[in-house]
């Protein structure tokens, strides 16, 4: 599958982005957005999980980010408001068949976008 990420950019502190990852090609079941912040370990934002049509949150940007999946259109949506400082990162969107267990990991992903920046300025 491919994956293209798009929607980052540059907002102050408390603004909002919208985050979109397009997938084509070869379908996989639960998709999830991750992020990079410059000198750290790329870490898990949210993902839909097929298997129980769930969506789960990291804690550190739940109530503040929403994810949504539009089967139709094949999208994922990562919407961000109450932004801070600490929210830059490069944003990945990811495609898999991850089990429950590994749906907040990055080996529950087999394909992966290729980031998008979005800067937090406070």
């Known amino acids: 599958v491919q994956l293209q990420a798009s929607g980052g950019g540059l907002v102050q502190a408390g603004g909002s982005l919208r985050l979109t990852c397009a997938a084509s090609g070869r379908t996989f079941r639960s998709y999830g957005w991750f992020r990079q912040a410059l000198g750290k370990e790329r870490e898990f934002v949210g993902a839909?999980?097929?298997?129980?049509?769930?969506?789960y949150y990291a804690d550190s940007v739940k109530s503040r980010f929403t994810i949504s999946r539009d089967n139709a259109k094949n999208t994922l949506t990562l919407e961000m408001t109450s932004l801070k400082p600490e929210d830059t990162a490069v944003y990945y969107c990811?495609?898999?068949?991850?089990?429950?267990?590994?749906?907040?990991?990055?080996?529950?992903?087999?394909?992966w976008g290729q980031g998008t920046q979005v800067t937090v300025s406070s």
């Open positions: 990811a495609a898999g068949n991850p089990i429950l267990s590994s749906v907040s990991t990055r080996e529950g992903y087999r394909s």
């Open positions: 839909f999980f097929y298997n129980n049509h769930r969506i």
